[in-house]
């Protein structure tokens, strides 16, 4: 089944700390079950972010990565 | 149809576990922690700024002013190329995990980046030493100045976070817009990384034994720097995440491993020290006072200070700068650039003026085994890192000290 997207946060280009900045201030504003989608470079997002999802007890639904370098995941909000 | 992935074998395993994920910080710190200790028995620990410097003098030397013609050449520069081969080895770490790519950001945090680096060079002149110099050796070296830097660091850090979030929530356009993304190993046709880091590697040990007939110190800083570049880019080892987590997400994994680094160097450092290993013709005196800088208290504070709110706003603590180099993030170029550039203009004309007016017992260096004795002064180093992991573990659990 597809994921319905509610929003999604471009953080491409950017380096550390502001991915994780970004996405922690976007999912506050989520409602709980909504999804948001998030695309990067920075590959510390790879491993900060599964640990942030384990610690916030947010999900993590899918990670991968685009054609050009550019990750993607889906994170649904608890 | 579906094609059969084929399983990796013997080596192709030990590749994997290496290059397929990141490192946990605590892994890559204790083996930096432990290459630090190797280079204190070779010659002296681990610095960054100092090298970074080098750079910017040779620069100037290029163009001719600030009278800097009799500036060491990078290439013979202990510290300079050691600054040198941790942008390689991060670069081969990037390389051999398919990580490279030149991502080039918007130009606001390009400007974040420059505005960092200068920032930093300021601190390091200040403080005598960086994140590296001033408190990741400077704290095992048994320095009283290297913990007054790190409280002044910890200050400008949590200060630094601060403006960025403020600048998050007012100016969201400034770390917005157009970015690129070239280079990048995604897929079986980015394997060509893979093949160029193996090169770049042999390269890197084929100019090692360059030196080694002529200069065998140097040899081994080439190795090291190497090494030291490619763990910290597999472990995304960082002062600055170490510092700042904490107060943004609660994470507590960047200081964990931070500390596990320190306390593996304390114990390396002190048995150095307290043996008098590698003095050589050096007195056991100065053995001791190795990386015990004349910055105790004032200038290790304010430099402490500046360090800590560059290295916020960069994103990269001066290691953090340099491998993040490595891997392609052009932000941290620009932070470099400011760095390399700003670092000679601050030891010339910024920091000596506001040195000279300040009283001489601002200004003195400060061996913790002097009033403490060993025991205690390892016993008082420990107890601060104790007294950290419990802050962090603590503040991971409840959230209490976290923005997010």
């Known amino acids: 089944m597809e994921n319905k997207i509610d929003q999604t946060l471009d953080c491409k280009g950017l380096s550390c700390p502001m991915p994780m900045m970004k996405l922690a201030k976007a999912m506050k504003g989520l409602k709980s079950g909504e999804i948001l989608e998030m695309i990067g470079t920075d590959p510390g997002t790879k491993s900060d972010l599964p640990r942030w999802c384990e610690k916030s007890g947010n999900?993590?639904?899918?990670?991968?990565?685009?054609?050009?370098?550019?990750?993607?995941?889906?994170?649904?909000?608890k | 149809m579906s094609e059969k992935t084929k399983e990796p074998g013997v080596l192709g395993n030990l590749f994997k576990t290496f290059f397929a994920k990141h490192w946990p910080v605590w892994v890559g710190a204790i083996v930096l922690g432990t290459l630090n200790i190797l280079l204190f028995a070779i010659k002296s620990p681990w610095g960054a700024s100092g090298g970074i410097n080098n750079w910017g003098e040779n620069v100037y030397k290029l163009t001719g002013i600030f009278g800097l013609e009799n500036a060491?050449?990078?290439?013979?520069?202990?510290?300079?190329?050691?600054?040198?081969?941790?942008?390689?080895?991060?670069?081969?770490?990037?390389?051999?995990?398919?990580?490279?790519?030149?991502?080039?950001?918007?130009?606001?945090?390009?400007?974040?980046?420059?505005?960092?680096?200068?920032?930093?060079?300021?601190?390091?002149?200040?403080?005598?030493?960086?994140?590296?110099?001033?408190?990741?050796?400077?704290?095992?070296?048994?320095?009283?100045?290297?913990?007054?830097?790190?409280?002044?660091?910890?200050?400008?850090?949590?200060?630094?976070?601060?403006?960025?979030?403020?600048?998050?929530?007012?100016?969201?356009?400034?770390?917005?817009?157009?970015?690129?993304?070239?280079?990048?190993?995604?897929?079986?046709?980015?394997?060509?990384?893979?093949?160029?880091?193996?090169?770049?590697?042999?390269?890197?040990?084929?100019?090692?034994?360059?030196?080694?007939?002529?200069?065998?110190?140097?040899?081994?800083?080439?190795?090291?720097?190497?090494?030291?570049?490619?763990?910290?880019?597999?472990?995304?080892?960082?002062?600055?995440?170490?510092?700042?987590?904490?107060?943004?997400?609660?994470?507590?994994?960047?200081?964990?491993?931070?500390?596990?680094?320190?306390?593996?160097?304390?114990?390396?450092?002190?048995?150095?020290?307290?043996?008098?290993?590698?003095?050589?013709?050096?007195?056991?005196?100065?053995?001791?006072?190795?990386?015990?800088?004349?910055?105790?208290?004032?200038?290790?504070?304010?430099?402490?200070?500046?360090?800590?709110?560059?290295?916020?706003?960069?994103?990269?603590?001066?290691?953090?700068?340099?491998?993040?180099?490595?891997?392609?993030?052009v932000k941290l170029w620009a932070s470099a650039l400011g760095f390399l550039l700003i670092s000679p203009i601050s030891k010339l004309y910024i920091v000596p003026p506001i040195v000279k007016a300040l009283p001489q017992n601002f200004n003195f260096k400060n061996y913790l085994p002097d009033y403490l004795g060993y025991p205690g002064a390892v016993g008082l180093v420990l107890f601060i890192i104790l007294i950290w992991y419990v802050f962090v573990k603590w503040n991971e659990k409840t959230g209490r000290f976290s923005a997010f």
Not at chain 2, 97 to 113: N, T, V
Not at chain 2, 202 to 213: E, L, R, V
Request: proline content about 2%.
């Open chain 2, 72 to 329: 060491t050449s990078t290439s013979t520069s202990f510290y300079g190329m050691l600054c040198v081969f941790l942008v390689i080895g991060s670069f081969i770490g990037a390389l051999l995990s398919k990580e490279f790519a030149l991502r080039i950001p918007p130009k606001g945090e390009l400007i974040k980046g420059f505005i960092g680096g200068g920032l930093m060079a300021i601190g390091a002149t200040f403080g005598i030493g960086c994140s590296i110099g001033s408190f990741y050796s400077g704290v095992p070296a048994l320095s009283g100045g290297a913990i007054i830097f790190t409280i002044g660091m910890f200050i400008g850090v949590v200060l630094a976070l601060r403006y960025l979030m403020w600048e998050m929530e007012k100016f969201p356009k400034f770390s917005s817009g157009k970015s690129y993304n070239f280079l990048s190993g995604t897929g079986k046709s980015g394997n060509w990384q893979i093949y160029l880091g193996w090169i770049v590697l042999i390269i890197t040990f084929i100019i090692a034994y360059q030196y080694s007939g002529g200069n065998k110190i140097m040899a081994w800083f080439i190795i090291i720097g190497m090494f030291m570049g490619l763990i910290s880019q597999r472990s995304r080892f960082c002062i600055v995440k170490a510092f700042r987590d904490p107060f943004m997400t609660g994470e507590a994994d960047g200081s964990v491993g931070v500390m596990a680094g320190l306390v593996i160097s304390v114990f390396g450092f002190t048995a150095i020290k307290y043996f008098g290993i590698g003095a050589g013709d050096i007195a056991v005196r100065a053995r001791e006072m190795t990386w015990v800088f004349p910055h105790f208290f004032f200038r290790a504070a304010i430099g402490g200070f500046i360090f800590g709110l560059g290295m916020t706003v960069a994103g990269g603590c001066a290691v953090g700068t340099l491998w993040r180099v490595g891997e392609g993030q």
């Open chain 1, 59 to 77: 999900e993590m639904l899918e990670e991968g990565e685009l054609e050009g370098g550019i990750f993607r995941f889906l994170i649904k909000k």
